[in-house]
């Protein structure tokens, strides 16, 4: 069990997908766990690869997975070479394509980079992240440039493939009343 990064207070229901939106870009699955199982909303979901997306709702014996890929995700990110924050979300209007945004030194960063989910910042004063520090979440695909430095689009292929998935985890906390009480 990797504890680095906050995984460790982190228990994972292994789920199987049973049903796939009928989109053809899948942006959300059904997993054969549910609040029986200790899943809640918005706990993250991710498989051997990295990041899937998050827990969007959830019934007794199941629950519906928001993917990456789905215009309403977004998380929190950091690339790990260059170390640059940003935020990893689908693009709008096409679907599939994720991409880092609001990145302070968009020149930092280099294709085949890997971005990780940034966790909590340090900074009280910033909302908690859903997401433990360190979770693989893709590469950078390629870096479009454009006129100025903010015209930069950098594109990120998720490690997940998100249209053959099978076997995912949910990252449950078992013990959240014990965690927030001895902090």
């Not at 789905?70 to 170390?83: E, H, I, M, Q």
């Not at 945004?101 to 989910?117: F, S, Y």
């Amino acid at each position: 069990q990797n504890t680095s990064g906050g995984l460790g207070n982190l228990e994972p229901v292994v789920a199987r997908v049973i049903a796939r939106s009928p989109s053809s870009w899948y942006q959300t699955v059904q997993i054969n766990k549910g609040s029986s199982d200790g899943v809640e909303v918005d706990q993250p979901v991710v498989n051997g690869e990295g990041l899937v997306g998050k827990v969007k709702s959830v019934s007794d014996g199941n629950a519906v997975v928001t993917l990456l890929t789905d215009p309403d995700f977004g998380v929190s990110a950091v690339t790990l070479k260059s170390r640059e924050p940003g935020t990893v979300e689908a693009a709008v209007g096409t679907p599939g394509d994720l991409r880092l945004e609001l990145v302070p030194n968009a020149k930092q960063v280099h294709r085949g980079e890997r971005i990780v989910t940034a966790g909590t910042a340090t900074r009280p004063a910033e909302l908690p992240s859903l997401y433990p520090r360190g979770i693989l979440i893709g590469t950078v695909k390629r870096i479009e440039t454009g006129e100025g430095e903010l015209d930069r689009v950098i594109h990120v292929q998720p490690l997940a493939d998100l249209r053959r998935l099978d076997i995912v985890e949910v990252l449950t906390e078992p013990e959240a009343d014990q965690l927030a009480r001895n902090p």
